[in-house]
């Protein structure tokens, strides 16, 4: 199985839009996963929206959006929480 799975992070938000169209037009992906975690989810909802909705208009689409939680120790031994987000888009058939 191919991976198609985009982690947001903090690289420029462009780097990310452009993976995601890369996925659906060179590698011909059917569908791909954005992901991300804590802060970075409202950065992840944006690049799925611009790349379907400005890159990918009518041909790529919301398939399933999953939110979660994860549990963690901090450096300082801490149990954390934090948020997570798995948005998938797919190919429109």
Do not use: H
Not at 3 to 8: C, L, R, T
Not at 10 to 26: A, E, L, R, S
Not at 45 to 69: C, H, M, P, Q, Y
């Amino acid at each position: 199985m191919e991976d198609n799975n985009i982690f947001i992070g903090g690289k420029p938000f462009m780097n990310y839009v452009t993976g995601v169209v890369m996925q659906f037009t060179t590698k011909n992906a059917n569908d791909v996963i954005i992901k991300a975690r804590g802060k970075f989810i409202s950065r992840a909802v944006d690049v799925a929206e611009v790349a379907s909705k400005r890159f990918l208009e009518g041909t790529v689409g919301v398939k399933d959006i999953k939110i979660d939680s994860e549990e963690f120790k901090n450096d300082e031994g801490r149990d954390i929480r934090v948020s997570t987000i798995e948005i998938t888009l797919e190919k429109n058939q």
